[in-house]
Structures are given as structure tokens and as C-alpha cells.
């Protein structure tokens, strides 16, 4: 464990009202004293601002004071300077926080002078690893840290503080719980088969406990990998169509702003356009694509070719046709191309039409979810909102009831004990010897340590915290 003291700004970049900065290790409050000078009481007026003794310096408790150069005792800012005593803190190291006025030159000045006088500047994330390594939190308690952090709405939010007050890591301590106690029995087993005719424990006996109370968890974990994708990152959605059928209108109307530009001139959309909304609580990642269609044009085909590789990478597909024209040869080989995507048939110029009406569709687009609307005049998009929120959920399953998976590193380690287990099934079934039931068993249980950050490879640790921001 390294034993410096770090320091980091932990808020923003930008002007406000508050910026943070944060110290942590063994020297904290030394290193933050010698640039603090505490203001003191007489009556009801503030004497000028002394230095005091580091050991009189209680935890936990707000001191008003400022920051100064001890080199020319220059005032750098008015803040507020608080203590917080190992092990009750986020790291289980002394603390100390800086609250300063937010601004690139005041704080800067600030680190640079802890800097100077013996603190070293934080990695990505070190105050989080140092939290894991110091045992207040489990691996998959710090990786909800980040998770909190880039939460897109208040579900991914709520997700996220399940993680860290604990919930997937109670749930995977449970499985490893069942998986030792398993284990232990096949271990006894082994130990005395040779002292006794009949089996210490029975085939199926251990095949149902493995099937019931592990495997069939595990599976179900495992599903909840897809919800918690979608609700962490996002669904993909693509608007395409031919040229001048609405496109640009439709992803203006659908986030509420003018992003693309609308004219009647086909063409005018030669790059991706994305933007995000939330849709009952998922976030949408919609894109404006260029128009399909056969072009010589050398800008225009760059456009085409990215549509089409943003089409490959979309969960969803909202194909765009001009309801006023009869569905061409060009949309029919269109829809060949993305029918194995979930599509959904978006109507457009409805407007067009004054009484009630009946679209000709061919025959491949009759069990495709469709929508009739207006981008023109706004018809028609709360409900094809809500269609567009049915068809992402649609794609997977949710139960509230069990923990989340949030990202690949969990989805990938339940698979492997998942398969360790499914072997260790089969080998009871065939009858294999003990002691390879035992191996598969054990697996599966190094692959959710991992999970939790036990006995895990320092290079895994790395990857994980790299991706934190400074000051995390």
C-alpha cells in the first residue's frame, strides 16, 4: 500500500461557488496546515487570522480561515478547512478538505502550494482505490462510485446506490456462501469415501442444491446484465430513410430543439447527428443519418457508408417513409436490409391527409411496429415516444427484486463461474470423481471473487480505476 499523501481538486473545472480540493494520507493535516491560518473570535469580531497547532484540530469540524503563501504571507483565499481523522473517512486515511472558491487560478494556486509542501498529485481515482484497498468498500462498491458519477437518469442513479450501500456484493457473497459449503461437503466426501461403503453424500442431492440454489441464481443474474446496460449507457437509436422524407424534422421534434438543419432540398444530412433524451426513464441515443439512396456524389456516399455502419451499431431502427407516396423499390430493399434489427415504421406527412386513413403496406412490413406522424406539425410523437420505450424494454427482462449487473467485467466473471458450475453439474451427473467436482467448484468460485476484488490481478484493478476522473 502506498503510504504518500495525495492531493487532488475534486470538483469541475469552471467558475462557481465552491471548489473542493482534497488531501489524503498519513500527512494530511500537516501538509494542509501549513497553508491554512484559522481566523479567531473576540466577541463578536474576527481577529486577524493565526496559525495553530495541527493537534488542536478536532475531526469532523468546520474551521473559517485563509489560505495563504507562507512565503509572503500573501492571502490566496477565504475558505473553509476541515479534518477528518482515520479511519472515519472515505479513504481510512486522514483527510483534509479544502473549500475554496471555485475558479481555475485559486484553486491551481492552492495545489501548487500543497504540492510544494510534501503532497504528491493524485491518479484517476486513487482516493476511491485507496477506499477499496483500505477495506471500506468492496470492488463493486468503487465501481458504483463511477456509475453514480455518469448516471444518466434517476433510474441509473438509483441502480448505482443499490451498488454501493452493498446489494450486488450481498447477493454474490450469498452464491460464493452456497458454493463453500458445497464445496465443503464434496471435500468430506473425498476425505472419508474410502472409510465407508455408502456415499457420504448423494448424487441427487448435490445435483438439486447445485441446480436450485446456484445455478439457476446465477442465471438470473446474468440476465440482468442487458437492463442495466441499457439503463447505464443507453439505447441506440437510428432515424433513417430516403433523402427529404423528414428525418432532420423528426429528431428535432423528438428532442425539441432545432439541431438539424430542415430544408426541402434532399440531401442537406451528410453526417451523423446525435443527440440524448430520456424516454420513461431510459436514455435514447437518436441519430439523424444521411439519406439511402444511389449517389456519385463523393460527400454524400462518406454519409451513406456512416449510416450504414450506425445502423449495424443501433438497438433500434426508426425507419422514416413519406406516407404520401406508395412504398418504392428503393424502401423495399431498404427494409431487406435492416429487418433482423428492431425496427420500427415511422409514417411521416400525415398531414397530408384530412380524414382517416388506411396505409398499403407490403406484405414483409406487417408485423413490424409502426406509428403515423406529422413531424411538421408535431403529430403523433408522444405516441411513437412511447413506442420507441416499449421496443427498448421490450429487449429485456427486469426484476426488481434481484441486483442489477452493471457492467461487462460482472457480466463476464458470472458467466465464467456459471460454466464452472455447469461442468461440476454434468460430472455429477456422469458420475466423475469427486476431486474434479471439487476443482469445478472451486472455479467458480475464484471467478466471483474477482467480482469482489479478491485475489484479483493488479491489472484489472488499474483498468478499472483509470477510468475515474482525478479527484475520485
Known amino acids: 500500500m502506498d503510504n ?22 498519513r500527512d494530511a493535516l500537516r501538509i494542509g496546515t501549513a497553508i491554512f491560518r484559522k481566523h479567531q473570535m473576540s466577541g463578536n469580531q474576527l481577529d486577524e487570522p493565526n496559525s495553530i497547532p495541527s493537534l488542536e484540530f478536532k475531526s469532523h469540524h468546520f474551521y473559517y480561515g485563509n489560505i495563504i503563501n507562507p512565503e509572503n504571507n500573501q492571502v490566496i483565499d477565504e475558505v473553509l478547512f476541515v479534518f477528518m481523522k482515520a479511519p472515519h473517512s472515505y479513504t481510512r486515511e486522514d483527510i483534509v478538505e479544502i473549500q475554496a472558491h471555485s475558479g481555475s487560478v485559486v484553486l491551481g494556486t492552492i495545489l501548487n502550494l500543497l504540492l510544494k509542501y510534501g503532497a504528491l498529485l493524485a491518479k484517476p481515482g486513487e482516493f476511491t482505490k485507496r477506499a477499496y484497498l483500505n477495506g471500506r468498500i468492496d470492488l463493486t462498491q468503487a465501481e458504483a462510485v463511477i456509475d453514480i458519477i455518469n448516471a444518466k437518469t434517476t433510474q441509473a442513479l438509483e441502480i448505482a446506490n443499490k451498488q454501493i ?6 447477493s454474490i457473497e450469498l452464491l460464493r456462501d452456497e458454493m463453500l459449503n458445497l464445496l465443503a461437503e464434496i471435500e468430506v466426501a473425498i476425505d472419508f469415501y474410502d472409510d465407508h461403503d455408502d456415499e457420504i453424500v448423494e448424487n441427487d442431492y448435490l445435483l438439486n442444491r447445485l441446480q436450485n440454489n446456484i445455478i439457476n441464481k446465477l442465471e438470473k443474474l446474468i440476465e440482468q446484465y442487458d437492463y442495466g446496460l441499457i439503463i447505464k449507457d443507453g439505447i441506440n437509436v437510428a432515424i ?26 434532399p440531401g442537406t444530412t451528410r453526417d451523423i447527428i446525435e443527440e440524448n433524451i ?13 439519406g439511402l439512396h444511389e449517389s456519385d456524389d463523393l ?55 384530412k380524414n382517416s386513413f388506411e396505409l398499403e403496406v407490403p406484405e414483409d412490413f406487417k408485423n413490424t411496429a409502426s406509428v403515423k406522424i406529422s413531424a ?20 429485456t427482462s427486469y426484476n426488481s427484486n ?3 449487473i452493471p457492467n461487462l467485467r460482472h457480466k463476464l466473471a458470472l458467466e465464467l463461474s456459471l460454466q464452472s458450475l455447469a461442468t461440476a453439474y454434468e460430472g455429477i451427473k456422469t458420475q466423475k470423481p469427486f476431486e474434479l467436482i471439487a476443482i469445478d467448484i472451486d472455479e467458480g468460485i475464484k471467478a466471483l471473487n474477482e467480482i469482489l476484488g479478491i485475489n484479483i490481478r493488479p491489472d484489472i484493478i488499474h483498468q478499472i480505476f483509470e477510468r475515474f476522473c482525478i479527484g475520485k
Open 299 to 353: 460527400v454524400e456516399t462518406i454519409g451513406i457508408k456512416k449510416t450504414q455502419e450506425h445502423i449495424e451499431n443501433s438497438h433500434v431502427v426508426l425507419f422514416l417513409i413519406d406516407a404520401g407516396f406508395p412504398i418504392s423499390e428503393d424502401e423495399l430493399a431498404i427494409f431487406q436490409q435492416i429487418k433482423e434489427k428492431q425496427v420500427i415504421l415511422v409514417f411521416n406527412k400525415i398531414d397530408l391527409f
Open 402 to 404: 434481484n441486483s442489477i
Open 4 to 25: 504518500s499523501t495525495i492531493v487532488a481538486i475534486a470538483t469541475p473545472n469552471g467558475i462557481g461557488g465552491i471548489g473542493i480540493i482534497k488531501i489524503s494520507g
Open 240 to 265: 433513417i430513410g430516403r433523402p427529404n422524407v423528414g428525418k432532420s424534422s423528426l429528431l428535432n421534434r423528438l428532442i425539441q430543439k432545432e439541431r438539424s438543419i430542415v430544408t426541402p432540398i
Open 376 to 395: 411538421l406539425y408535431n403529430l403523433g410523437i408522444d405516441k411513437l415516444k412511447e413506442v420507441i420505450a416499449k421496443e427498448c424494454l421490450n429487449q
Open 165 to 170: 450501500k452493498g446489494d450486488l456484493k450481498k
Open 278 to 290: 430520456i424516454i420513461r426513464g431510459v436514455p435514447i441515443n437518436i441519430a439523424d443519418t444521411a
